[in-house]
C-alpha cells in the first residue's frame, strides 16, 4: 500500500509536466482510474491532461528516476546524504524517496503565511528554482528543482583556490542578491544559510535553497535547530535571544562569503568556548588583537591565520597573488564581512545594503 502511495507522488514531477507557479496541486491518491481528480486552488477537474500524466505512462519515468530505502537502514538522513551526495532526499511515513534526475520535493509548509510568501520567489534567479506546491494527504509540500552541486562541494574540491578574485566577487553577490529578495520582496526569512544550503547551477550562478527552516518575516519564530554550524549568528547561539531574524539572516551570509573569498570553511566565531572578547569597529581587520579566537583543539586558529592560509592556498595553485590582488580581498573581508558580523544585530548592514557595496566592489575591480 505504502510503495502505491508513493508512486503517486512522482506522477507530478515528470520532467515534461508542466507545474503551475502561482498555485498549489492537489491530488486525491485513492483514486483508481486514469481520470484521477485533482485540483489548482479550489477549481476540482477530471481532465486526462498534464500535469496528470497517465499512469502506465508515467511508470517508466518513476522506475527511473526514484529508488526507494528502508529508513532503518538509514536512520540518520545526513549520513544518506554523505553516501549519495548528488541527490536530495525527503522522508515520507517510514521510507526515504531518493529522486535523482531533476526535481526534489522539501519543505513542508505548516503555515499559511509561509505559503502565501514563498509563492513570491519562484522566479528569482538567485533563489532555488520552485514549482509550486503539491499537497499530498495531510502535508503541503514545496516542488524544487534539484541541483548538482553545492558551493559546499566546490569548496572543498581542488579547483576552489583557482577562481578568480572577480569570479568571487560576483558570487557574493549572489547571495546577498538572493538574501535581498527573500528579505525584501518575498518577506521570507531563511534562518540556515550555509554553503551546503547554496547551489549552482548550469551557468555559474549561485542560488539559495533548502527552506526546511524558513519562515515569513514577522512570524518571530525562536531559533530550534541543535546542530552547530560554522555560519550561525552569535544570539542564535543563547538561548534566550534565539529569535530569527533579518539580522540572523545577514551575518550567516557574512561568514558565508567569507567562505567564498578565502576559498575555505568559514569559522564560526561565537561557538560556546570558543571566543575570548570580539573587537569590532576595529579599522584593521586583519590585526592579531583583532579577535582573540580561541577554538578547542586541532582547530585553535585566529581569522588572520586563515586569511594567510588562503594567501598560502592561492600561492600553491599558482595563481598570480599580487599586492594589489590580497589588498582587494582586504578590504573587502574588512568592508563588507565584518559589518555584517557585529554582535549587536541592531548595528549589522541589510541585505540591500551590502548589495550595493559588492555591485562597487565589482564596478570598480573592471
Known amino acids: 500500500m505504502l510503495v502505491a502511495l508513493t508512486d503517486w507522488l512522482l506522477i507530478f514531477i515528470k520532467p515534461s509536466a508542466k507545474i503551475p507557479t502561482n498555485r498549489y496541486i492537489s491530488m486525491n491518491p485513492l483514486s483508481n482510474s486514469d481520470d484521477r481528480s485533482y485540483s489548482f486552488g479550489a477549481e476540482q477537474s477530471t481532465e486526462k491532461s498534464q500535469p496528470v500524466v497517465a499512469y502506465n505512462r508515467s511508470l517508466e519515468v518513476i522506475n527511473k528516476q ?11 538522513l545526513a549520513l544518506l546524504k554523505k553516501i ?3 541527490v536530495s532526499v525527503f522522508k515520507l511515513k517510514n521510507k526515504v524517496r531518493v529522486i535523482e534526475e531533476s526535481f526534489v520535493v522539501g519543505k513542508i509548509i505548516e503555515k499559511k503565511s509561509d505559503e502565501d510568501a514563498i509563492h513570491l ?6 533563489i532555488a528554482k520552485s514549482f509550486g506546491f503539491f499537497e499530498f494527504k495531510y502535508h503541503k509540500l514545496l516542488l524544487m528543482r534539484l541541483y548538482s552541486q553545492s558551493l559546499d562541494g ?3 574540491s581542488d579547483d576552489a583556490n583557482k577562481i578568480p578574485f572577480k569570479e568571487r566577487l560576483k558570487r557574493s553577490l549572489d547571495v546577498f ?4 529578495y527573500l528579505h525584501n520582496i518575498a518577506q ?3 534562518c540556515d544559510l550555509a554553503i551546503k544550503n547554496i547551489f549552482i547551477d548550469e551557468n555559474g550562478v549561485l542560488v539559495i535553497g533548502d527552506f526546511g527552516l524558513s519562515e515569513a518575516v514577522g512570524e518571530g519564530g525562536r531559533f530550534s535547530k541543535r546542530t552547530r554550524s560554522y555560519y550561525l549568528a552569535p544570539e542564535l547561539s543563547e538561548p534566550e535571544r534565539a529569535l530569527m531574524s ?8 557574512g561568514l558565508v562569503a567569507l567562505a567564498i573569498i578565502i576559498s575555505q570553511k568559514s569559522y564560526n566565531l561565537w561557538l560556546p568556548n570558543n571566543v575570548k572578547s570580539i573587537r569590532v569597529g576595529d579599522s584593521d581587520c586583519f590585526k592579531e588583537d583583532y579577535l582573540e579566537f580561541n577554538p578547542p583543539g586541532k582547530d585553535k586558529i585566529m581569522l588572520s591565520q586563515l586569511y594567510n592560509t588562503a594567501q598560502d592556498l592561492l600561492e600553491k595553485h599558482g595563481d ?4 594589489a590582488y590580497m589588498a582587494e580581498t582586504e578590504k573587502f573581508v574588512s568592508n563588507v564581512v565584518f559589518p555584517l558580523m557585529e554582535r549587536n544585530p541592531k548595528l549589522r548592514a541589510t541585505a540591500k545594503e551590502v548589495k550595493t557595496l559588492v555591485e562597487g566592489f565589482l564596478s570598480s575591480s573592471d
Not at 526514484?66 to 540518520?76: C, G, N, Q, S, W
Not at 520567489?121 to 538567485?126: G, V, Y
Not at 542578491?177 to 535581498?180: A, I, K, N, R, V
Open 188 to 190: 521570507v526569512l531563511h
Open 246 to 253: 533579518k539580522e540572523a539572516d545577514c551575518c550567516s551570509a
Open 66 to 76: 526514484k529508488k526507494m530505502i528502508p529508513l532503518r537502514a538509514y536512520e540518520d
Open 154 to 156: 566546490q569548496l572543498k
Open 320 to 323: 598570480s597573488v599580487t599586492e
Open 121 to 126: 520567489f519562484l522566479d528569482n534567479e538567485n
Open 84 to 86: 549519495t551526495p548528488n
Open 177 to 180: 542578491s538572493g538574501l535581498d
